[in-house]
């Protein structure tokens, strides 16, 4: 009989003798065991180093629009049906994460969009990006730069939080004048329906830093390291950005794209919330040809979170194909 004790025998021989057949139902009866389903949502962050650059994708929530017909009025349903049906999407209701990018260029803290902020104007699973960002271990005071691809409700209501005051307390906000100018305008926001919502949103998010305002231009630097693409269409001056580290090269393209399946494959489609639909799938099918041409990476707001990945020309429209999940830091 060995001294060992049992743990210290091969779990085939322990198993085989006697001993085994004694510990054998207590080592399978807790498969057996029930655990609560948890139903907690877990921290929506995602992390990988970007050329010298490292990038924090940082969720602010799902946006539930409902019936996916209802973002493409003059898109046949059959068509949008079968189309997700295919890809083994929901065609109930069409979902949009909101990925929020933090660029950290070893210089600055970049934040691009900030989701749509305390109200919660889409339900309790939004307006999350601050917590998320505490989870990432990212303070809201170390984020230098708050760059925005348009004024709409999901990506410049979270500027300024409940009490009034910015919620990144030191950081520069940067959006394209145009933007600026026309989801400020006072007389737009006393209009009825959701443009006049999201004006009064706007100027309650941006008049109070209009002083740390500065404002993009097509093909000029933000920051180093970060460069403004004008895509107008979805807004009047919509913007996307390329970021770029040694040979690392992405665009944060915002609101040029919603989803991945319906927007990249059939690209021409015309969304409800567009100020001018027609301008806006031009500007798509210029980005994403340029994109796919050159294989220049994506960083999207709302496809499947964390939106990084590539697009690839493919019949009349385009392929996605996401960075494969893994920790490369
Ligand atoms: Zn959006």
Redesign the pocket.
């Known amino acids: 009989m060995s001294a060992l004790p049992p743990f210290a025998l091969g779990r085939r021989r322990l198993l085989a003798g006697a001993l085994g057949a004694a510990i054998l139902p207590v080592l399978t009866r807790r498969a057996d065991a029930a655990a609560p389903i948890s139903g907690v949502r877990p921290a929506d962050w995602y992390r990988t180093r970007f050329g010298e650059f490292e990038i924090t994708v940082v969720g602010d929530g799902d946006l539930d629009l409902g019936e996916p017909a209802a973002g493409f009025p003059g898109h046949p349903r059959d068509d949008l049906t079968q189309l997700l049906r295919a890809n083994f999407r929901s065609t109930e209701k069409l979902v ?1 994460p ?1 990925n929020c990018f933090v660029v950290n260029t070893g210089r600055q803290m970049v934040l691009f969009d900030t989701g749509v902020g305390y109200t919660r104007p889409f339900g309790p699973h939004t307006g999350m990006l601050l917590a998320n960002l505490r989870a990432a271990g990212i303070m809201p005071e170390q984020i230098d730069a708050v760059v925005c691809s348009h004024g ?1 409700i ?2 410049v209501w979270g500027i300024i939080g409940g009490d009034g005051k910015p919620n990144f307390p030191n950081a520069q906000v940067f959006i394209s004048k145009a933007d600026f100018d026309f989801w400020t305008d006072e007389a737009r926001g006393r209009t009825d329906g959701w443009v006049g919502v999201f004006v009064q949103g706007a100027r309650r998010n941006l008049l109070p830093v209009r002083e740390r305002l500065t404002f993009v231009e097509d093909g000029k630097e933000v920051v180093p390291g970060v460069i403004a693409v004008s895509s107008p269409g979805h807004t009047v001056g919509h913007t996307a950005y390329v970021v770029q580290s040694g040979n690392a090269k992405a665009m944060f393209i915002g ?1 040029l794209a ?1 989803h991945e399946v319906i927007m990249l494959r059939r690209p021409q489609i015309e969304f409800a919330y567009d100020t001018d639909p027609r301008q806006s799938a031009q500007s798509r099918l210029r980005l994403l040809r340029m994109l796919a041409q050159e294989r220049i990476g994506v960083m999207s ?2 496809f499947a979170f964390p939106g990084l990945g590539h697009v690839a020309a493919e019949g009349e429209g385009f392929g996605w194909y996401p960075l494969p999940w893994g920790v490369n830091l």
């Open positions: 949009l909101q709409h999901d990506h609101d919603h707001y709302h």
